[in-house]
């Protein structure tokens, strides 16, 4: 199980990025899968509307650099994968990594993202809140987009308001990668993301790895 530093924790959350699409091929199969019959997404610590980090204009999805899964979307998480692991074969990083993201999830909407069991040894999300050194699974809420000031203010709870106001809440978190236990550089991470009131779930690798990498690989 992995081990991390509060210090890092703190760090992770306070960071901002861009992200590409997973690999296409396993992420087309996975989207349109049927799932089985009674699934339903394992209970997780909820991060919710108070919990969102505000500032700047709201951000709508790039499909080009962020990861999508329906309603949510999650930012930075290849570019800080393709600088963290040249770091780690140049030799000036191991263990245990942190990188950042920012969930973006539309208003009013709920999600819960769960890492695949075969990885759990070296992957952990980071967006609970507070961190406390990763968790499998995170269930996020974003706020209601609400006309009232009034309902706004019972809603986002604390100022400014842009999460209330707007078509989306950030959430500021990322995952952890414990290099010295991650198969072939950690590059076949993946995450599993259960929409509410939508079959599910959806999966898709995290770093976009070339063609062929995660073949054999589950995802």
């Known amino acids: 199980m992995l081990v991390v530093a509060a210090g890092l924790a703190i760090w992770l959350l306070r960071a901002d990025g861009s992200n590409s699409p997973g ?8 989207a349109t ?9 394992p209970r997780a610590p909820t991060r919710g509307c108070q919990q969102r980090i505000e500032g700047g204009e709201a951000q709508t999805t790039n499909p080009r650099r962020d990861l999508a899964f329906g309603p949510l979307s999650l930012g930075g998480l290849r570019a800080s994968y393709l600088d963290r692991v040249r770091r780690v074969r140049a030799g000036t990083l191991d263990g245990v990594v942190p990188l950042k993201s920012i969930a973006r999830l539309d208003a009013g909407r709920r999600a819960t993202m769960v890492v695949p069991r075969g ?11 507070p961190s406390e050194g990763g968790t499998s699974a995170i269930r996020l809420a974003a706020c209601r987009h609400l006309p009232l000031l009034a309902e706004q203010r019972d809603e986002c709870g604390w100022a ?5 106001r707007s078509a989306s ?22 995450v599993h993301v259960w ?19 995660c073949r054999g690989v589950p995802l």
């Open 33 to 41: 899968a049927a799932p089985a019959a009674g699934q339903r997404p």
């Open 169 to 190: 809440t950030r959430f500021s978190g990322g995952v952890w990668i414990d290099f010295d236990r991650a198969p072939r550089d950690g590059a076949c991470a993946a």
């Open 119 to 129: 990885q759990r040894e070296w992957l952990l999300l980071a967006w609970e809140f």
């Open 160 to 164: 400014p308001m842009l999460a209330c």
């Open 195 to 213: 929409v509410e009131r939508q079959p599910g779930p959806l999966r898709k690798r995290l770093f976009d790895p070339s063609p062929g990498t």
């Open 23 to 30: 690999d296409a091929a396993d992420t087309r199969a996975a």
